[in-house]
């Protein structure tokens, strides 16, 4: 016998007991004629969740994905919220997947390439791993990337010496600390602030 459990929402857990349920909307329950304490079939109740929670999961998922791309795990989390039940869930995120809707290593690839010019590689490297993406994905695309560059550092760091009239050696020391606790590496702040340097003093002498 099943139990119809209100939620805090819409839906209506719809409970076998013995197995997982689905969630559904009263439109549906009522067109399936369930009712509290009647009986369903395994079969029933799988054919309910293709009907209903299977197309419904798919449609929130690609709603999600074209409007900002997400990681597995960021999609897994908002399907889950809005009461996707575990297969529905699942073969939901193979069907993206599938799709090339969501691609960890690509998302992974576009992020970095996106964050290296604000951020330290350790910083984007924790954000991604927050974000689910695996260790051995994140070996492979900051293998691919290579080592941070004076470039990438270069404008957040012209942009942050600018509150300084000069770049004397407290001045140095300050900026050289402001990016060493954002992760960058030692020799890449010293590489940088010396490029930072030269072309204020550059730009002093045309002045």
Not at 56 to 74: C, M, S
């Amino acid at each position: 016998m099943i139990r119809l459990v209100k939620t805090g929402g819409k839906k209506i857990y719809v409970d076998p007991g013995e197995t997982e349920g689905i969630y559904l909307y009263p439109g549906e329950i009522k067109k399936l004629h369930l009712t509290e304490g009647c009986r369903i079939t395994p079969e029933e109740l799988e054919e309910a969740r293709k009907s209903y929670a299977l197309p419904r999961a798919r449609h929130r998922a690609i709603a999600v994905l074209a409007k900002r791309d997400k990681t597995e795990q960021e999609l897994r989390a908002v399907l889950y919220k809005s009461g996707t039940d575990s297969r529905s869930l699942e073969e939901t995120i193979q069907y993206v997947k599938n799709c090339g809707y969501v691609d960890d290593l690509e998302y992974a690839r576009d992020y970095l390439s996106f964050k290296k010019r604000k951020k330290s590689f350790l910083q984007i490297r924790m954000e991604l791993k927050r974000k689910g993406i695996s260790d051995e994905i994140l070996e492979e695309v900051f293998e691919e990337e290579g080592s941070q560059q004076v470039e990438s550092l270069f404008p957040a760091m012209k942009k942050y010496a600018e509150k300084y009239s000069e770049l004397d050696y407290t001045a140095k020391q300050k900026i050289y600390g402001h990016f060493a606790r954002k992760g960058y590496d030692s020799s890449l702040i010293r590489e940088t602030i010396t490029e930072v340097e030269r072309c204020k003093t550059e730009k002093d002498s045309y002045e």
